[in-house]
């Protein structure tokens, strides 16, 4: 059986993961996305009533801590990579549009 | 003498004899760097102020003979997704070219504290997505033994600056057989440790399940020393081991016989290149003269590796990389920016390459309603599988010996076109990692004059059993003595 993934459900996941898209790249994707998917495909062969998902990896056990005070980078440090501030924020456009 | 192709071990009884500074030494590197570097393109940054800083403090503790360790004053490289604070860190990716962290990683700390000189940041895939370095952003890594063709990935730079002599030793990153393919294709010991032996922290996460941070060497000595200093407990990373991390170099020596090599059969099958099955077949001979028990082994879901992996790895990676969105650091896109969103679409589009951009997309279709379960879920119970197949093969054998890759390192250009096929050269080393096993990848011969690399895959935490049988192979073998001619 051979898996098609179309223009649309590109775009789709292309906004799922906020990446902007033009038509020729979602057109490209289909293609290669329906051969990849189609190949993973393999795994329905595989057997696995009753067996358990994995979980984690080294059979870790929770791990806890003190809650106590660190010393933790300063705003100005922070603030160095961020490509807008503004009196010591992060500057982003609107967020809730008025739409 | 040659200063560049020293192993630690070498230039650390230079230094401590005061045969040669570090200083020396680095500039040595340094010089090298800037003669061979532009054929190779290995690195993405040279910090060369910071080198020679960290060279005269190096000096300054051998010649108080204070806190002198086997890293001190050795030069190293470091793959290009772990934190360097005030050094550029970019993961070979445009969206952060300009990105310098405010921060060390765990690693660079320990090495720092050891007394090691960080040369410089090495060319990856961008984010560790590919096994040829060729979707870094910025430029393809030649392999030192033929420049027409790909160092492996994703630490090629890593692999191809140690060949190249362009570092007495490196650190790379392991996710599903980043260092151990590259090691393969440019004649280089590297190894990914257990899953949680590394702290994480600082490593800018790929597939936070998988990830394993890996020092490559010229030898499995120098593998181990490096290892002794940067494993360990890590109260920044909550999946690392509190065990004690063994003095791995003091029993390096201990003898093999009648240790129990196994050979799982799914590895050696057809489509394996004639010259790296002769290879092999060669090895499996030498490790019987050392007295080891040979004994052929099954790990029947060996060709669900592949999928179970890359499913796996689009779903983290799509949430692992959802922090790169334009706003707090790295590259933004906000020009005619209607909202948030709007710069989000823009910066990752313009950020991120075609093969980020199909596995995060991928990655949120395995996560999707009505395609969670027969993807991610099963992917998830295969995985269960898989670590079963480990499992059961290790209660008969001690260790496995399996190749790296079923060919040696293909033409630049070559495998770009089909992301398919790029994924398929990684079916012999992507097991492992969902598995979270250790595995030493080390030099295995050649073939038509092109390196062949083979791997040693252990129990949990049984890194010691790798490297023993790495040195007693490379105690009576030369390949991993064997340099390109550049």
């Not at chain 1, 009753?50 to 106590?68: F, G, K, Q, T, Y």
């Not at chain 2, 960290?54 to 010649?63: G, L, P, S, T, Y």
């Not at chain 2, 980020?356 to 379960?373: C, F, N, Q, T």
Request: glycine share 8%.
């Amino acid at each position: 059986m051979s898996t098609t993934i179309d223009t649309k459900t590109v775009k789709h996941v292309a906004f799922l993961v906020r990446l902007g898209i033009s038509e020729g790249e979602a057109q490209k994707f289909s293609g290669q996305f329906s051969s990849i998917i189609d190949y993973f495909n393999m795994l329905n062969e595989v057997d696995t009533e009753n067996v358990p998902p994995a979980s984690d990896i080294a059979n870790a056990e929770n791990v806890l801590r003190e809650d106590a005070v660190q010393p933790s980078m300063s705003r100005e440090e922070f603030l160095k990579n961020a490509p807008q501030s503004e009196r010591g924020y992060v500057k982003v456009p609107t967020v809730l549009g008025d739409e | 003498m040659q200063l560049t192709t020293l192993t630690i071990r070498e230039a650390h009884e230079l230094l401590t004899t005061k045969k040669i500074s570090s200083v020396e030494l680095t500039q040595a590197m340094l010089q090298r760097i800037r003669e061979i570097d532009p054929k190779i393109k290995s690195y993405v940054t040279v910090s060369e102020e910071l080198a020679l800083e960290q060279a005269r403090k190096a000096d300054e503790r051998i010649a108080k003979g204070e806190n002198v360790t086997p890293l001190t004053g050795i030069p190293f490289s470091m793959k290009d997704c772990i934190s360097t604070r005030g050094v550029r860190t970019t993961c070979s990716s445009k969206i952060l070219e300009n990105y310098v962290p405010q921060y060390n990683a765990t690693v660079t700390n320990k090495l720092a504290e050891a007394g090691a000189v960080l040369l410089g940041k090495t060319n990856m895939d961008e984010f560790g997505m590919g096994s040829s370095c060729e979707n870094s952003a910025f430029f393809n890594t030649h392999n030192p033994w033929d420049l027409d063709r790909v160092p492996g990935g994703s630490s090629g730079g890593s692999a191809a600056a140690m060949s190249a002599g362009l570092a007495t030793f490196t650190i790379g990153e392991d996710t599903g057989g980043s260092v151990r393919m590259p090691a393969g294709f440019c004649n280089v010991t590297g190894i990914k440790p257990t899953y949680g032996r590394v702290s994480r922290y600082g490593l800018i996460a790929l597939v936070s399940s998988f990830d394993s941070i890996g020092p490559m060497s010229r030898d499995a000595y120098d593998c181990a020393t490096v290892l002794e200093h940067i494993a360990g407990h890590d109260p920044h990373d909550s999946t690392t081991y509190n065990s004690p991390v063994p003095n791995y170099t003091k029993h390096i020596n201990k003898p093999v016989q009648g240790m129990k090599l196994g050979i799982p059969k799914e590895y050696f099958v057809a489509g394996m290149e004639a010259g790296v099955e002769s290879a092999l077949q060669e090895a499996i001979r030498q490790f019987e003269k050392l007295g080891m028990e040979i004994h052929e082994v099954s790990l029947p879901h060996t060709k669900y590796g592949l999928p179970v992996y890359y499913l796996l790895l689009f779903a983290e990676a799509s949430a692992n990389l959802a922090r790169m969105d334009g706003t707090r650091f790295g590259l933004s896109v906000s020009e005619n920016a209607k909202d948030v969103i709007d710069i989000y679409l823009k910066t990752r589009h313009e950020g991120f390459g075609d093969e980020v951009k199909r596995r995060i997309m991928l990655g949120a279709y395995a996560l999707s309603a009505g395609y969670y379960d027969a993807y991610y879920l099963k992917a998830q119970k295969v995985r269960t599988l898989l670590r079963r197949d480990f499992e059961s093969a290790f209660s008969k054998v001690d260790l496995l010996l399996a190749p790296t890759c079923p060919t040696t390192a293909f033409k630049l250009g070559e495998k770009t076109s089909d992301p398919l096929e790029m994924y398929l050269s990684d079916i012999y080393v992507v097991a492992t990692n969902p598995a979270g096993v250790p595995a030493l990848a080390l030099p295995a011969g050649f073939s038509n004059n092109m390196p062949v690399g083979m791997q040693l895959i252990g129990k949990h935490l049984d890194e010691q059993t790798l490297f023993q049988v790495a040195h007693a192979y490379q105690q009576v073998t030369d390949w991993h003595k064997q340099f390109p001619n550049i």
